[in-house]
């Protein structure tokens, strides 16, 4: 149960014990990670295989699909932890593979939906600004100089062909769309944080997909706090892999513990965005 708004640091301090906190839960996690990564790796083998028996086709199917009921059990479960956190809660929730898969649905949708908007715009100003078109010309323009010098059989001269005119268009168009494609898909990122804050709290798909009730959120506990707790997770989590990742160069056979470190850094960032709606839970 909430009992207090946490300031930022304490949220990160928090967020970051509650997996060894919680040991047993977090061991399970890792165990069923574990397995749908095995599952994932053997569909993948008996499909590159299957040409060589229909029957490895068919397990490669069905470990493919048991993967994929993995992923939405591992996925809800994840959203429930994010639940433990606005609650402020100190256990972490106990498994329930029925409704963690249907949750994790729910996750995905909620997913798809807060990606489709920025993308859906993302493309509208590729149009706008033309990019399609000017990737046709300068294909046109290649294409000329190509059949021009075929007599020859060399295509050496044909990129200087190719306008300076046409490449400065398509480079001008590519950075506008590029950039403005960075910063919707920053911008729904944290709004979607805020979708599946709302999704967990409530356990409503509706609430969740409330893009604009979701932005409002944002407001409610304070951008800068915001901001400041989903970076830190970041910075945190890029901090210690970059410590790993050196570790792992100079040992290479201690990159095992991944496998530990992954999950953990996943309780720790939904816990940390769950303290964060808590504000306002």
Request: hydrophobic share 55%; proline share 2%; glycine share 8%.
């Amino acid at each position: 149960m909430k009992v207090f708004n946490m300031e930022i640091i304490d949220i990160i301090k928090e967020a970051f014990i509650f997996p060894s906190n919680n040991l047993e839960k977090l061991a399970i996690y890792i165990v069923l990670t574990f397995v749908m990564g095995m599952l994932v790796v053997g569909g993948i083998f008996s499909f590159v295989f299957s040409s060589q028996s229909s029957a490895l086709l068919i397990v490669g199917l069905i470990l493919c699909i048991a993967a994929i009921i993995l992923a939405l059990i591992i996925s809800g479960y994840q959203l429930k932890i994010m639940k433990s956190g606005i609650d402020q809660d100190e256990e972490a929730p106990a498994f329930d593979w029925k409704n963690d898969g249907i949750n994790g649905i729910k996750v995905i949708v909620l997913g798809i939906v807060y990606f489709i908007i920025p993308a859906i715009i993302v493309g509208i100003v590729a149009l706008i600004t033309n990019v399609p078109g000017n990737l046709v010309q300068i294909i046109q323009e290649y294409s000329t100089s190509i059949n021009a010098t075929a007599a020859v059989n060399s295509t050496a001269s044909a990129m200087p062909a190719v306008s300076s005119a046409s490449w400065a268009a398509l480079g001008t168009s590519l950075a506008i769309t590029a950039i403005i494609a960075f910063v919707l898909f920053i911008i729904f990122a944290f709004i979607q944080t805020m979708g599946q804050a709302r999704l967990a709290n409530t356990g409503s798909l509706g609430n969740g997909l409330n893009i604009v009730e979701a932005a409002k959120d944002i407001s409610r506990i304070g951008v800068g706090k915001v901001i400041a707790v989903i970076l830190l997770v970041f910075i945190v989590i890029m901090v210690i892999q970059g410590i790993l990742g050196y570790i792992y160069g100079q040992i290479p056979q201690l990159s095992i513990i991944s496998i530990i470190i992954t999950p953990y850094f996943v309780f720790f960032t939904q816990r940390a965005y769950g303290l964060l709606y808590s504000d306002i839970a």
